[in-house]
């Protein structure tokens, strides 16, 4: 990889100072061309990653619509407080992975590193209310469609409220397991010293990721507890 | 091309990524604390049921939530516009379909919404189950 550490003419010949080895690709003519470049497809990512919850919302809106009553009367036997906890999780982590970057790039590896763990503690804490009351719900018979069993919510519509919590949050929940695999894999690289002042674009997107898993349930809490 | 290599020449070094140590965290404990205190809004509110005005406000709390992490969490604010358009036009399309489904459900001829759970159910519901809204939409299929 002798070419890609070669800076290309009419660049700065100093761009790849500290940048550990191997992170240009060889078709990118500096490393300023890269970050856009990589960035750029980061978004259009997001961009389908909002556009596959937007299908769910859809369908939220539907039903909805067609059940008002089912859907605040099923909404009033979630845990209000378990969910309003796992929102302040959320959040609490989206900050601290914002900190992580900023730390990663004024070179501050082992508060980054220390911001990433608390992350991925916050991603695991957040499942594990998630999975509690998932449990009550289970236990309660309030399951999606043709299995409901719920006895204190009868209108009709109501099972439908509960496939689609279960789908929303189901696949929210997977998005935070695939953020938190991402967060640990870069942990472990920047506690190997690969993010610092002259490049943290690796880190970058991954926060973003975790930051979209946040935006998803800014949205997911109010409309699927405060109805 | 090692001739041209001056590292005691800064001025020449367009920083890699951003101005490393200038950069500040105080937006973003800002950033967080607003976020924190609109989640104790949101439910504050939520609780409350104000019917018609709910669900708005609800979202409206929600948008600006995101918008501040749009914005500062995700550098959406220092970095190039590109990125927010691509947010943007995300975002206009997924509202465009929640927005054409919605009048499409809002404007149908009401009999044709289906009167009971969409599934049905495989256990016995209790007798009230039966309730709901049926006997409103027989009535209005009968005229």
Known sequence: MSSAATPAAGHDPHELDGVPEGILAHHYSSLAAQNEAVRLGMWLFLATEILLFAGLFAGYAIYRFQFPEAFAEASRHLD???G???????????FTVAMAIHFARTDRKNLAVACLIFTIACALGFLGIKSIEYMHKFQEGALPGPYYAFKEVTAP????????????TGLHAVHVIIGMSVLIVLTFKTANGRFSSKYYTGLELGGLYWHLVDLVWIFLFPLLYLI | MAETYKPEAPAHRPAAQHDAHEHSATPYVVVWLVLCGLTLLTVMTGKQHLGAIALPLAIAIATTKSLLVLLFFMHL???????????????????LL??????????????LSPAGAPFGSRVQLPDDAEGGDKPALEKEVAH
């Open chain 1, 80 to 82: 209000l407080s378990l």
């Open chain 1, 84 to 94: 309003t906890l796992n929102t302040f999780v959320l959040i609490t982590s989206s």
């Open chain 1, 157 to 168: 519509g109501a099972p439908m409220y509960f496939t689609i919590y279960f789908l929303t």
């Open chain 2, 77 to 95: 604010k220092e970095q190039k516009g590109i990125y927010g358009m691509i947010i943007f036009v995300s975002v206009l399309f997924a509202l």
């Open chain 2, 98 to 111: 929640m927005g054409m489904t919605i009048t499409d459900v809002a404007t149908r001829f009401k009999p």
